[in-house]
């Protein structure tokens, strides 16, 4: 962490660009990958129901 | 090759036994990417350490231009052969690669304050990437403006098609008109101008960056491919 911590003024322009890529990336995750189970097990659970009827 | 892999259930299958890899590629990419970014590489002579967000924001960039370019490429297939596939693929690239568009805008102008003393100029440059990122926005809105979200597939497609034609001003810009933007240190006729130090940490983030990505739209294709798998039990009266 030393070569950020000890340098000039730019930290807060480093953290800030970091902090808002990596929230976003891994908001994007989240959001898709919550997607993603949530259409695949409600897709399963349609066709237990159709092959039950 | 392009027919093996266009069939719906091969691409799940396929994709699915990828996901794992992927994400475990992911995760030690961006450890290894941060590592050697923010505590391993040299500060620039000129940038001090604010070089530092150079590894996300030009991974974001080359990332913005190759989404869009699959975009192009996707909804080209789907108006000529009108494969469902590629329509699917199109609408999952075109969220993320805004994303990484406003992203690249984003860091770019936290880049933008301390070395040239402004969070934006309209330079040509950055005015073309806002009009990549307007391009995606556009393509989205297009794609959803229809009650029955396929008949929005074939004019969002000529919109993408028809948009293909900023991506050279992006790249080239930089070139064509004297800009505030630094030009290109990687991909130029007269080799790469960037020290190993730092292009070590600049490709590990954009391999993670690329990875990332298509994880992502593997996510966001199988949720679309389901849901339009519903729509069509919804039509066929078994739902």
């Known amino acids: 962490m030393e070569t950020v911590f000890n340098n000039n003024n730019y930290d807060f322009f480093i953290y800030l660009s970091y902090i808002v890529t990596f929230s976003s990336l891994i908001f994007l995750f989240i959001f898709s990958y919550l997607k993603y189970l949530i259409s695949k097990k409600l897709y399963s659970a349609i066709l237990e129901k159709n092959n039950d009827t | ?239």
Not at chain 2, 25 to 36: D, K, N, S, T
Not at chain 2, 125 to 153: D, H, V
Not at chain 2, 214 to 222: E, G, K
Request: charged share 10%; glycine share 6%; with cysteine.
């Open chain 2, 1 to 239: 090759m392009i027919d093996y892999f266009a069939n719906p259930s091969r691409f799940v299958r396929i994709t699915n036994i990828l996901v794992p890899w992927l994400i475990v590629a992911v995760g030690m990419l961006f450890i290894l990417g941060l590592y050697l970014g923010l505590l391993k590489s040299p500060d620039d002579v000129v940038q001090g350490s604010a070089v530092r967000i150079m590894y996300v924001h030009v991974p974001s960039a080359w990332l913005s231009i190759f989404s869009y370019l699959l975009l192009a490429i996707c909804s080209l297939f789907f108006i000529v052969w009108r494969h469902p596939l590629a329509d699917i693929l199109s609408r999952s690239i075109a969220p993320v690669g805004a994303l990484f568009s406003l992203l690249t805008l984003l860091t770019g102008s936290i880049w933008g304050k301390p070395m040239w003393g402004t969070w934006w100029v309209w330079d040509a440059r950055l005015t073309s990437m806002l009009i990549l990122f307007l391009l995606f926005m556009g393509y989205i809105a297009l794609s959803n403006a229809f009650e029955k979200s396929e008949r929005g597939s074939r004019p969002a497609a000529l919109l993408a098609i028809a948009g293909s034609i900023n991506l050279p001003v992006v790249k080239f810009s930089v070139d064509w008109w004297s800009t505030l933007h630094q030009p290109a240190s990687i991909m130029r006729t007269g080799g790469i101008s960037i020290d190993s130090s730092m292009l070590l940490p600049l490709v590990i983030m954009f391999l993670a960056f690329q990875l990332f990505f298509i994880l992502i739209i593997i996510f966001r294709s199988h949720s679309i491919l389901i849901e339009r798998k519903i729509q069509h039990l919804k039509v066929m009266g078994k739902l």
